[in-house]
Nanobody
Framework: QVQLVESGGGLVQAGGSLRLSCAASGSTFSNYHMGWFRQAPGKEREFVAAIIWNGANSYYADSVKGRFTISGDNAKNTVYLQMNSLKPEDTAVYYC???????????????????WGQGTQVTVSS
């Protein structure tokens, strides 16, 4: 069992930056791929970014590519999402998720993830 706790959300003006953190406990961090998703009011939860367990590869939604960066610190069991050049359309609840290495499933899919955090609100004002 893995527990995930997000932090770092808040209110920021357009063009600003935030860094989200996701602290994992209950299992070895390196046994999981980690992802960030977001859900805006009235919309489905969507993929934002993911990182492979050893940090070798990372993946991004087209809408955040070049603005957001996902990274992990295995020693701290923490994954981060650095968000720069924020836009009002980035406003959403952001969720951290952990996916077991096997079975092999797309890291882009919400259904592939085994554990979820409670979410943290990010609001970008225009």
């Amino acid at each position: 069992q893995v527990q995930l706790v997000e932090s770092g959300g808040g209110l920021v003006q357009a063009g600003g930056s935030l860094r989200l953190s996701c602290a994992a406990s209950g299992s070895t961090f390196s046994n999981y791929h980690m992802g960030w998703f977001r859900q805006a009011p009235g919309k489905e939860r969507e993929f934002v970014a993911a990182i492979i367990w050893n940090g070798a590869n990372s993946y991004y939604a087209d809408s955040v590519k070049g603005r957001f960066t996902i990274s992990g610190d295995n020693a701290k069991n923490t994954v981060y999402l650095q968000m720069n050049s924020l836009k009002p359309e980035d406003t959403a609840v952001y969720y951290c998720a952990a996916k077991r290495l096997y079975p092999i499933r797309s890291v882009y899919s919400t259904g592939a993830y085994d554990y979820w955090g409670q979410g943290t609100q990010v609001t970008v004002s225009s």
